[in-house]
C-alpha cells in the first residue's frame, strides 16, 4: 500500500508538472507576417512518370493543369499571401490515369503561419485551407441521389435527382453537395454534362430491382426449406421438451415461407406488368424525361414506384437525370481534359462560424477565378 501511495503521488506531480507546462504553451496566428508561394513547375514530367498515358494526351492533360495553376497564381492571395503560406501543385495515380477519363488534381493549400511559445521564429501550422480542382472528377455522382445503392448492386448506370443549381453562369455550374458546401463545375465544349433519364430507362431499373429481389427470395426460400427439412430428421431423436421447441420453430418457419412466397407471386405479376407498360407505351412516351412526385404514396415494389409518376409533358415533381453517356469526347484529338470540379474546404465542415482571415482569403479566391480561363483551359 505504501509502495502504491508512493507511485500515486509521482503519477499527481507528473500530472500536474504537465499541466502547468501545457498552460505555458502559447499558439498565435501571425495574421501580419508575409507568406511564400510555392508552385509545382515540372507537371508534363510528373504525369509522364505514371506512363499511363501516350504522349498527346498528357502533354494535353499537363496543359491544363499547368493553365489552371497559373490562373490560380495570379491572385494576391495565391502569389503574395499575408499570415499563410501557399502552395499549388498537382495529383494524380497511376490507375486514376489510366481511366476512360483521365482523371488528375490541382490543389492550393493555405496553412497558417503561427507563433510558438516553444519554439523560435514563425512556423507554419498542420491545418488551414484547401481549394480542390478536380479533373474528370464523374464520380462525384457515383453516390449522389436516392438510387446509387440499387444502381451499383444491380450494376446498371448511375441516375439521379436533378442538383438543385445555387449559383450557375455560363462558364459553370452550381450546386450544394450533399448538403455540404458548394460545388462549381466547369467543362469543356457545348455538350450537355448532364441528360433527363427516360421512362423506359426507369422502368428498365424497376424490373431489374424486382428481378433482383425476386431472385434474393427464392434463395432465401430454399435455404428455409432446407432448414425445415433439418429440423424435422432431427426432431425424429428428440425428446419432448425438444420437439415442443423445434415444432414452434417449424411454425414460425412456415410462416416466414408463406409470406416469402406471397413476396414471391408478387414480385413476379409486378414484373409483368412492367414488361406489358414497356411494349405498350409510344416511342414519345418511352423517350420522355423522367419525373417522380414524392408527396404522392407509393407502395413496395416496382409498381409503388410507377405511382409517383408524373404524366408525359407535367413539370411537377423532381426531375431524373444521369451523366450524359456522350459528354466525354473519346476522339483521338480531343482534349484529355474535359471537366473541372471545384470546391474549398476547411475543418470547421459545415461552415458554422464566420470564416477567419485565411478561411476568407480562400473562399475569395474561389468566388474569383475567372471560370472562363478555366473553361478555355481545356481547349
Known sequence: MKGYGRQSILLSCTLLSCLLTAAQIKIEHADQDKGTLKRESHTLKFIRGFKALPEAKASSLANTADKIMDEICRFPQVNTPTGYNAKVNVA???LAMKDKEPKFTVYCYFRYLTRDSRYQGIRESMDGADLILNINAFDIFHQMGNYWEKCSKLKLPVFFEAPALTDSTSDYIEFNYKGGGPVRIVTAGARPLLAPLTRKEFIQFLIADDQQSLKDDNEALRISGESEEQIKKMMATQ????KAYSASTLKSMDCSIEQGKKNVTQLQQEIGD?????????PEEANAP?????????????????????????????SLVKVNPGFYDHSPNAPAAQMIMLYYAWPTVGFTKAPDHLQQAMLDLFKQVDYHRLKESMR
Open 92 to 94: 494524380g495515380s497511376d
Open 239 to 242: 425428446n419432448e421438451k425438444d
Open 274 to 282: 412492367c414488361r406489358s407498360l414497356l411494349n405498350t407505351m409510344s
Open 290 to 318: 423522367v419525373r417522380l412526385d414524392y408527396s404522392k404514396k407509393s407502395g413496395a415494389g416496382g409498381m409503388g414506384s410507377l405511382q409517383q409518376l408524373v404524366p408525359v409533358g407535367r413539370r411537377e415533381g423532381v
